[in-house]
């Protein structure tokens, strides 16, 4: 039992699961595996609480989507190049006083509320009381400086602020308050998916040091892109010198960039060993509790993997 997760009076009884998804950009397609786990062994989170790509994947999975139907929706998606770009091009202001409104033609244009909305699956509801487990999306508040816990409203809205990397999103106004990326205040929420749960399982993909015997220098967009995950890193290294997860999954993503979204097919080729690596970690935890798994029928289990 995590220190930070409030424990059940009854220890035989099915655990409450909390699940934390951080983020990291195309680095957070590996979270696919995590929650084919949880398909695979006929569980569901009793919670959700996610971080920019973290907070799409878990709006996702919270309106009942399975990890195959996510998986299906991801590579149509991200097809091709000139698939992606057409469905950027559609979230373009529909027109020229919202394009000066919105600051004209300068760093960070686009609209991260749109960008969401392009990109969730159709299934994925409007607004956060209509998904069928509770979820938290975490945004920072710009001008306070602090979290800021999204559990309410507007999903679109609210996943375009958790995801808003300044110098590519402009920040969300939503409900008065300026957002900027979660990642900032909080890159791997497992602390927020422990309340009122027994069990949290988070999935960290910032990634780890990448070697480098050139030596290059980064370009300056990779400088960026490679301090943002540096900061989150640091975050959670600090995090989890004070309190640790359950289970904490941390797929080998140091290899992909930030944007590599076009790559998904192969990130999630290559980080299949994830989807085991979660089972096992449940099924241990569970034994070790003495918990029931809701595991599913051998025909069901034949299908999934079918």
């Keep these: 039992m995590s220190e930070i997760a409030t424990p059940s009076s009854n220890p035989s009884a099915a655990p409450r699961i909390g699940l934390a998804l951080g983020g990291g950009g195309a680095r957070g397609i590996a979270h696919i595996h995590v929650l084919q786990a949880f398909d695979d062994l006929g569980l569901k989170p009793a919670s959700i609480a996610g971080t920019s790509i973290g907070a799409l994947m878990g709006a996702a999975y919270a309106a009942g989507l399975s990890a195959r139907e996510i998986a299906a929706h991801v590579f149509e998606s991200l097809a091709n190049r000139r698939l992606v770009v057409g469905k950027l091009w559609r979230t373009r202001p529909p027109s020229f006083a919202e394009f000066i409104a919105e600051g004209g033609l300068r760093l960070g244009q686009l609209n991260a509320e749109r960008v969401v909305a392009a990109f969730l699956p159709p299934r994925v509801p409007r607004r956060f009381e209509d998904l069928a487990i509770p979820l938290t999306v975490i945004a920072t508040n710009f001008f306070e400086g602090v979290e800021c816990e999204l559990t309410t409203g507007d999903l679109a809205s609210a996943i375009g602020a958790s995801a808003a990397i300044p110098a590519v999103f402009r920040p969300v106004r939503r409900e008065g308050v300026v957002l900027i990326d979660g990642g900032i205040s909080n890159p791997l929420p497992f602390d927020v998916a422990a309340r009122g749960t027994d069990f ?5 993909v910032t990634g780890g040091p990448v070697a480098s015997g050139a030596m290059l220098l980064p370009t300056p967009v990779e400088a960026m892109f490679g301090a943002s995950q540096l900061m989150m890193q ?3 290294r600090a995090k989890l010198a004070c309190v640790k ?5 941390q797929p080998a993503v140091s290899g992909y960039k930030v944007l590599d979204f076009l790559r998904a097919r192969i990130i999630v080729e290559e980080t299949a ?7 096992r970690a449940i099924e241990a935890a569970f034994i070790a509790h003495h918990w029931a798994l809701g595991r599913p029928s051998p025909e069901e289990i034949a299908r999934t993997v079918a």
């Design 234 to 236: 640091a975050i959670i």
């Design 245 to 249: 997860p359950d289970i904490l999954i």
């Design 200 to 204: 949290v399982v988070a999935c960290d």
């Design 273 to 279: 060993s994830v989807r085991e690596e979660t089972k």
